[in-house]
Nanobody
């Protein structure tokens, strides 16, 4: 059974940091791109970051560049999202997702095959 389980969300103040984890099981981790998405109330789900495990390329949304860092520990089948200098506008439910294949660029939202249940991140001002 394929599973993606996010953890690490919480309530922090602006300027603080959080590290999200996405633990994957049930598929060959190295053959997938893993992405982080977020969805705030009343807004569409948006891509935050992605790592292509076959090559290790990383991608970031402009809104998080320089503040967020995605990394992968293939031995643990886990992808991390280190979030620094958090802002109130980063408040959302954060999801990780897996897209099968070797990607030259970040998969689009609809190209992901599996999704986690999400973890809430709330940043107070």
């Amino acid at each position: 059974e394929v599973q993606l389980v996010e953890s690490g969300g919480g309530l922090v103040q602006a300027g603080e940091s959080l590290r999200l984890s996405c633990a994957a099981s049930g598929f060959t981790f190295d053959d997938y791109a893993i992405g982080w998405f977020r969805q705030a109330p009343g807004k569409e789900r948006e891509g935050v970051s992605c790592i292509t495990n076959s090559v290790g390329s990383t991608y970031y949304a402009d809104s998080v560049k320089g503040r967020f860092t995605i990394s992968s520990d293939n031995a643990k089948n886990t992808v991390y999202l280190q979030m620094n200098s958090l802002k109130p506008e980063d408040t959302a439910v954060y999801y990780c997702a897996a897209a099968a294949g070797n990607w030259d660029g970040p998969p689009s939202l609809y190209e992901y095959d599996y999704w986690g249940q999400g973890t809430q991140v709330t940043v107070s001002s």
